[in-house]
């Protein structure tokens, strides 16, 4: 007969909170990202001059830039903590 070998991991109940809080943190700053694009989308339409398109143009790149940075800089911590509160892989054989 066959030996069947199966895998067993489970998180604690902090290593689920931190997993959680990572899918809600990518969840929520891909929002802002979202909105802060249509924002500066809809305010760009609205200037007058070349100048204020121009200015527009800049400090939009700089806020995108910075939840850029920001999303990274918080998944790369995040991203950590899921990995280090993660259980040991039991083995257990079946026959």
Known sequence: MAT???EVSDRTVVGKIFKYLF????LFMA??????CS?????????????ETAGAAIGTAIGV????FIWVAGDVILG???LFTRR???????E
Request: charge should be positive; proline fraction near 0%.
């Open 4 to 6: 069947v070998k199966r």
């Open 80 to 82: 950590l903590f899921v």
């Open 23 to 26: 899918i809600a943190f990518n």
């Open 31 to 36: 929002f802002a990202l979202f909105k802060g």
């Open 39 to 51: 924002a500066a989308a809809d305010g760009m339409q609205h200037t007058a001059s070349d100048a």
């Open 65 to 68: 830039g910075s939840l850029l």
């Open 88 to 94: 040991k892989k039991i083995v257990e054989l079946d």
